[in-house]
C-alpha cells in the first residue's frame, strides 16, 4: 500500500468516526438560537446579553438534570438591530439550517417586528425577546409564539407618568426620537399623563445623528411647560436636545426614559442637570442579587442593559422545554405561561436546577428568576422599573416601581 | 415695554443669535465653493468632505495638545490646533488637484467631468475621514462654555426671558469677520489676488498677460482648503463633528453660493445669511414672542416644522435658479 492511499484510508476511517460522533451528539443536544444584533447600534451591549443567556443554559446543562441529560447548545445569530432582510435571513438559518428548538431574540423592536412575522410564526417556533419594548408587538399576530422578559413601553409611559407626578409637575413638553421606538413610547406617555390630569404642550419628533438641535429646542421653549421629556438616545439626538435646551435657557429641568440613562450622559451634561429625574427597566430582590453574583463569576457585567432580561429569557426556554417534557416547538410554547407565572414553587435566578427538579417530579413553578418574570396579556413581562435621580452628578436610585 | 423687551430677547436667543453663528459657517463655506467655481470653474462637491477632513486633523491635534496639558485657558484649545488643521487640508486640497483635476485641466474636459470626479473624491475623503476618526459624534470645545449666561442675563437685567451666548458662537462671528475682511483685501489689493480675479474674468486674457495658471490655481486651493478648515472647525465648536453632517452641509452651503450668485465671494456671505435665516425663522414657533407682544395665538405659530430645514435650502435653491439664475450678485449661471 502507498503512503498516499494508506493517508487517504486514515482520513475516511477518521472522517467516518467523525461523522458517527456528532450523530451521537445530536441525538442528545437542544439547540437553542440567540439571535441578537452583535453588529450595530447595540453591538456594545450585545455581548453582555448574549453571555446572559448562555450562563443560563450553562447553568441547566451543569445540573444534568435537563431532559434526561441533554444538553443545551447555543446558536448565535447576528439581528443587526436594523436591518429586517438581514435578521429575517439570519433567523431562518437557525430555523431551517441549525434546525433550533427556540429563540431567545432579538432585541430591537423592528428587526423583531420581522423575524416574528417572517420567521416564528411560519414556522411555529417560540421567541422570547429580552428587549424589544415597542407597544407595537403587544397586539402583533403571533399565534402565541412570541414571548418577552422586557415589559412594553406602554408601561413605561404609566410609570414615567406616575414619577413626574410624584414631583407635582402637570405641564410638560415632550422630544422623542423619530422612530418605532420613540413614537411609541411617546404616544403612550402622552396619552398617560392627560389621562392622570396632566397637560402635554407639545410632543416633537427630533432626528437622531444632526450636529445642531437649536430649532428643535426652540418650537420645545416657545410651548413651555415645567419640565421636558426626553424619550431618546443617550448617545444620539437626545443629548444634543438636552444640551440645547439648557444652553438656551429654555429647559432646567428634565425627565428620561430607559434610551437616555448611561454615564455618558452626566459625563457630557455635568452638574446643569441636576436634579433630572427617570425611570429604566430594573429590578430588585433576591433573584436580582443571585444574578448578579453569579453573572460576576461568569466575568459578565450585571449592570449592563438587559443581561438579566436575557438570562430570564433563556432560563424561560429551557423550563419550558423541561415542563413540556420534549423539544417539540408547539409544546414548548404551551408551557410557557405555566413555568413563568403563579401557581408553584417560586424559583429565583442562579436556581435553576431546583426548578428543573419540581418539574421532573411533575411539579408547578412560578419562575421569577433576575428580573421578577410575571409574563400578563399575550406573553409579556409586566415590568419593574426604577426610578432615579441625578444628584452630585450620580444617578441615585429612589424607588422601584 | 418689557413685554416687547421680553419677546426681543425671545427672538434674539432662538432665533437671531443662532442664525448669526450659523449663517456664518455657511458663508465661509459658501466662499469656498464660490472661489473654486470661479477660478477651476466647477462646483466642488467635496468641499463638505474637505471641511471634515481639515475639522478632523483639527480635533486629533486639538487632543494632542491637552493631552501634553497645553490649553487656551478660557477659549478653546481647537484654534490653537487651527494651523495644523489648516496645513493638513491644505496638503490633501493639493494632492487631489495633483492627482485628480490637474489630469482633467490637461484634458480639457468639460465642467461635467470635473463636478463628477469631485464626486469621486467626495466619497474618497469622506471615507478617510470615517476611517481614521470614526463616523460618531465628537465633542472637542473645551475652555468656557458661555459669554452670557441664562441666570446671568436675567440676573442682570430683570427681565423674565434670558439670552445665552456661547463662547464658540462669539468665536465664531469674530473669525468670520476677520477672515472676509483679510479675504476681500487680499483679492482687491495683492498682486496674487488681482492675478486671481483677472484669471477668474478672462482665462485667455489673464493667460496672454503672463499670469501662471499653475500658481493661480494653487492659491485658490489653499485658500478654498483653509476656508473650509475654518468653517468647519468652527460649525464643530459651536455644534458638533460629525462625518456625515459635513456631508449634509453641503446643500445649504451650495445653496447659500448660489443664491448670492456663483463666483461672487460677496454674495457668497449674502447667500449664507440668506440660507441661513430662512432656515431658522421658517422653523421657529412664535408663540412666545406673540404673547409678550400681546397677542394670544391659538397654536405654536410655527411655519414649518423642524424636519423641513433642510427642504427649505432646496426650496430656496429651486426658486432662485428659477426666478433668478445668476443670483443676487449677479453671478454666474451654473
Sequence with gaps: ?401 | MEGFLNALVVFANFVFIPGLAYGAQIALGALGVTLVFGILRFSNFAHGDLMAFGTMITILVTWWLIGMGVTLGPLPTALLALPVGIIGAVAMALLIDRLVFRFYRKQKSAGIVFVMASVGVMFVLNGIVRLIIGPNDQRFADGERFLVTVRGFREYTGLAEGLAIRLPVAITVIVAVIVVAALFWFLQYSRTGKAMRAYSDNEDLALLSGINPDRVVMVTWIIAAALATIAGVLYGLDKSFRPFTYFQLLLPIFAAAIVGGIGQPLGAIAGGFVVAFSEVTLTYAYKRVLEYLGFQPEGLVQLLSTEYKFAISFVILVLVLLIRPTGIFKGRVL
Excluded at chain 1, 268 to 287: H, L, N
Excluded at chain 1, 367 to 382: F, H, Q, R
Design chain 1, 1 to 401: 500500500m502507498s503512503s498516499r492511499t494508506r493517508n487517504a484510508l486514515a482520513a475516511s476511517v477518521a472522517g467516518a468516526l467523525l461523522f458517527a460522533a456528532s450523530a451521537v451528539a445530536q441525538a442528545q443536544e437542544v439547540k437553542v438560537g440567540i439571535i441578537l444584533g452583535f453588529t450595530g447600534p447595540l453591538e456594545s451591549i450585545t455581548p453582555g446579553m448574549g453571555g446572559s443567556a448562555e450562563l443560563a443554559l450553562k447553568e441547566v446543562n451543569d445540573s444534568g438534570l435537563f431532559l434526561d441529560g441533554q444538553t443545551l447548545v447555543p446558536v448565535r445569530a447576528d439581528s443587526t438591530c436594523i436591518d429586517n432582510a438581514a435578521a429575517t435571513a439570519a433567523a431562518e438559518r437557525l430555523v431551517t439550517t441549525d434546525n433550533v428548538a427556540a429563540i431567545m431574540g432579538a432585541d430591537c423592536s423592528g428587526v423583531t417586528i420581522g423575524i416574528v412575522n417572517n420567521v416564528a410564526v411560519p414556522n411555529g417556533v417560540v421567541m422570547v425577546s429580552p428587549s424589544a419594548t415597542s407597544p407595537a408587538l403587544t397586539d402583533i399576530e403571533d399565534n402565541d409564539y412570541f414571548f418577552r422578559t422586557a415589559p412594553s413601553d406602554a408601561r413605561q409611559g404609566e410609570v414615567l407618568t406616575e414619577v413626574i407626578r410624584s414631583y407635582d409637575i402637570d405641564s410638560v413638553a415632550v422630544s422623542y426620537t423619530n422612530n418605532d421606538y420613540g413614537k411609541g413610547f411617546s404616544d403612550s406617555f402622552v396619552a398617560a399623563f392627560e389621562a392622570a390630569g396632566g397637560t402635554v404642550t407639545i410632543a416633537a419628533p427630533h432626528d437622531d445623528g444632526k450636529g445642531d438641535y437649536s430649532a428643535e429646542v426652540g418650537a420645545l421653549a416657545a410651548a413651555g411647560g415645567d419640565l421636558l421629556v426626553v424619550l431618546g438616545y443617550v448617545d444620539q439626538g437626545g443629548v444634543g436636545i438636552i444640551r440645547s435646551a439648557v444652553d438656551t435657557g429654555a429647559f432646567d429641568r428634565f425627565a428620561l426614559g430607559d434610551g437616555m440613562y448611561g454615564q455618558s450622559l452626566i459625563d457630557a451634561m455635568g452638574d446643569s442637570i441636576e436634579g433630572t429625574i427617570g425611570v429604566i427597566p430594573g429590578a430588585e430582590g433576591e433573584g436580582s442579587a443571585k444574578f448578579a453574583e453569579a453573572a460576576k463569576a461568569a466575568g459578565l457585567d450585571p449592570t449592563s442593559s438587559y443581561t438579566g432580561e436575557s438570562y430570564d429569557a433563556a432560563a424561560l426556554i429551557a423550563l419550558a422545554m423541561q415542563k413540556a417534557g420534549s423539544t417539540d416547538r408547539t409544546a414548548i410554547r404551551d408551557a410557557m405561561l405555566e413555568v413563568a407565572n403563579a401557581p408553584g414553587e417560586q424559583i429565583i435566578a442562579a436556581d435553576l436546577a431546583k426548578g428543573l427538579q419540581i418539574l421532573k417530579d411533575g411539579g408547578d413553578i412560578d419562575y421569577v428568576g433576575a428580573t421578577n418574570v410575571e409574563l400578563i396579556g399575550p406573553g409579556e413581562a409586566a415590568g419593574t422599573y426604577r426610578e432615579y435621580i441625578i444628584e452630585n452628578g450620580e444617578f441615585k436610585t429612589v424607588q422601584f416601581r
